[in-house]
């Protein structure tokens, strides 16, 4: 499965349905068409439909005005009209006007809440879009029962509809939209979980599956993966990544030479060597469909990925039974030599938590122990944080620190622009603080940041050499782990992929889109981890 992480546009022929190009507030870098084109030459990607961010959060008739200059010099790019849901009426024919005299092959309507779609206007204006001809796309769909209420609304307006973007967490209801509604296509930007573009297939057929990766917000390479790994025909893969978005945008011919060209498709990069996964758990995906799942897909993947180590830690016991948890999963990793553990422990619980640290430090099968801020009733800096994590220091417990997840308090304020889902890693202040003083008191005890923790993250490791940066997630911003390498250096880095929530190949697409280095490689998906967590060179 290893491949050219620098592909070009002549190893394979990739058409990305879904790309946004412009700024928006909380990202500082660029996000621009040299970005995305970037992108599109290191994939193999030979077009990419593109939305406008200013069209979507600014003004949509500037943003689609950009988007037709650069798109009339770019056979690249293949246009996508917004048509903002802010506009009056009268803005709103003028809209289709120009996006029609302009050469879109897409209307695109984001929908942010579930009440504009109870709006009379907003369904004339959809009526109106879809009297042109082209077809839709609703973009960045976060909140459950907008794809159901969505593909009621256009069942009778006979134009295909595009759901781009649509969060892993509506799944299911995803899954029964497309089931029922023949109109209905799905993009594969979103879908990090086991056996996800296996199930779209059974749902939705071979002709409505669109690869689309989310870039310049999102990296390619995690959703390139998921389809390159999917356990389906090449022709089907061929569809997916190519022939059915240039169907969907009107270019039935090209569709139909893509479909036939001798081209090679990408192959998925691996390891060099074996990796050691430093972030599992046994059953995390509550309300989410998966082909396989809990110990059976750890041990799946762990296999079919070749990992040396897979480094296990209990759903129970985060979310129900603490103790109980534990056992299942020290049950679960007994006489198989691959699977490592990680007992949960908690300022909650601190009593057992000890004696769970106390079982880690006499058995090398338990590596390091897992704390989520998530389910703790004490608050950050509370003084039973400080004596967990001295526990853990006296007895050279590593721990893996699997939140938080973000700031709530940054979360609420931040804008949450059409087609924009502003899933930020971070961290409270306090958060921060108190983890300084960790590393401060115990500098020999390393702590693994589950997701990286962000700007704040970066912060900790930055200031404290005992804390590691662990990147998986499953809305990773581009750019995430090169910024880690270069603000911390790469031996302050490791892999997980947090399984069986998000299968390996989306993980290791997070991490290869940052190009590394063998040197990197060696040290990111195996060497640090085994440094760090005492582990043996063999299985």
């Known amino acids: ?20 190009v412009g700024s928006v507030t909380l990202r500082p870098e660029s996000l621009g068409f040299e970005p995305l084109f970037e992108g599109m030459r290191k994939r193999g990607i030979s077009r990419s439909a593109v939305i406008s961010l200013r069209a979507l959060h600014a003004d949509a008739r500037k943003g689609n005005a950009d988007l037709f200059r650069v798109a009339r010099q770019d056979p690249r790019i293949i246009p996508v009209g917004v048509l903002g849901p802010q506009a009056s009426t009268l803005e709103t024919e003028d809209l289709l006007e120009e996006c029609l005299r302009n050469g879109a092959s897409a209307l695109t309507f984001p929908v942010t809440e579930g009440s504009l779609l109870s709006s009379l206007s907003f369904r004339k204006k959809i009526e109106k879009a879809a009297a042109t001809g082209l077809p839709l796309i609703a973009c960045g769909v976060i909140h459950s029962g907008i794809p159901s209420t969505l593909a009621a609304l256009t069942r009778d307006l006979h134009c295909p ?7 892993y967490l509506l799944f299911d209801e995803l899954l029964a939209v497309l089931e029922e509604h023949h109109h209905v296509y799905a993009d594969s930007s979103w879908v990090p979980t086991p056996g996800a573009i296996e199930l779209l297939l059974r749902y939705a057929g071979k002709e409505r599956i669109l690869f689309s990766s989310g870039s310049t917000l999102r990296p390619i390479q995690p959703a390139l993966n998921t389809v390159l790994d999917a356990e389906i025909e090449e022709q089907d893969k061929r569809r997916i990544l190519g022939s059915n978005a240039l169907r969907f945008f009107g270019r039935p011919q090209e569709a139909d030479q893509l479909q036939t060209a001798a081209t090679s498709l990408p192959e998925l990069r691996i390891p060099s060597t074996p990796a050691i996964d430093v972030h599992t758990h046994l059953g995390t995906i ?24 897979s480094i296990c830690s209990s759903y129970v016991a985060y979310h129900e039974d603490l103790d109980a948890g534990n056992q299942e999963m020290l049950d679960a990793i007994d006489g198989r030599a691959r699977l490592l553990g990680s007992p949960v422990i908690s300022p909650t619980h601190l009593d057992a938590s000890i004696c769970w640290l106390d079982r880690c430090s006499r058995d090398p099968k338990l590596p390091h122990a897992t704390l989520t801020m998530e389910t703790v009733r004490e608050e950050t800096g509370d003084e039973s944080y400080l004596r967990l994590f001295e526990a853990a220091a006296k007895r050279h417990v590593p721990i893996f620190l699997n939140g938080p997840s973000w700031d709530e308090r940054r979360l609420l304020r931040w804008p949450r622009g059409p087609g924009y889902a502003p899933f930020l890693r971070s961290a409270t202040n306090a958060d921060l603080q108190m983890f300084l003083e960790i590393g401060r008191r115990h500098p020999d005890l390393p702590i693994i940041l589950g997701h990286g923790l962000g700007k704040e993250g970066i912060e900790l490791a930055r200031q404290r050499p005992n804390f590691y940066l662990e990147l998986s997630g499953t809305y990773p911003d581009r750019g995430d782990v090169r910024r880690a390498i270069d603000a ?5 880095v490791v892999f997980g992929t947090d ?5 390996p190949a989306f993980a290791l697409g997070i991490y290869y889109e940052a190009d590394l280095s063998a040197e990197e490689d060696r040290l990111i998906m195996a060497e640090n981890a085994r440094r760090i967590l005492d582990l043996p060179g063999t299985v």
């Open 286 to 309: 509550p309300g989410i469909s998966a082909t396989i799942r809990d110990l059976k897909a750890i041990e799946y993947f762990s296999s079919r990925f070749e990992m040396e180590y």
């Open 1 to 20: 499965m290893n491949g050219d992480p620098n592909m070009t546009p002549t190893t394979a022929s990739i058409v990305d349905a879904y790309t946004l």
């Open 161 to 167: 509809l595009l759901l781009a973007g649509t969060s």
């Open 499 to 503: 399984l069986d929530l998000i299968v």
């Open 488 to 492: 911390v250096g790469k031996e302050q």
